[in-house]
């Protein structure tokens, strides 16, 4: 069964800082591009960050450019997020998925089941 499963989700104040986690089973994540998305109730997906499945390119959205880091272990099929400065429009459920394509457009292969990520004092 090819999974991907997201963590490090929560409840953090403004200004802090988010680890998430994005780890893959039952296929090798190297052979994907993986981008992480952002969804929220009653707005459109949201493209955050996405990484070639080398590192040798990595895409990161306006609204996180400067404040996040992407970066891939493919021996262990894991994909980390780091978010810092972490304001309120940063709020949503945080999605991975593992595709062609690193411009956050069309389909992607696999999807995780989302980590909540909630930014309030």
């Known amino acids: 069964q090819l999974q991907l499963v997201e963590s490090g989700g929560g409840l953090v104040q403004p200004g802090g800082s988010l680890r998430l986690s994005c780890v893959a089973s039952g296929f090798t994540l190297a052979d994907y591009s993986v981008c992480w998305f952002r969804r929220v109730p009653g707005e459109e997906r949201q493209g955050v960050s996405c990484i070639s499945p080398t590192s040798d390119f990595i895409r990161f959205s306006d609204s996180v450019k400067g404040r996040t880091a992407l970066s891939r272990d493919n021996a262990k099929n894991t994909v980390v997020l780091e978010m810092h400065n972490l304001k309120p429009d940063d709020t949503g459920v945080y999605f991975c998925?593992?595709?062609?394509?690193?411009?956050?457009?069309?389909?992607?292969?696999?999807w995780g089941q989302g980590t909540q990520v909630t930014v309030s004092s």
């Open positions: 998925a593992a595709g062609a394509r690193t411009d956050f457009k069309g389909t992607y292969d696999v």
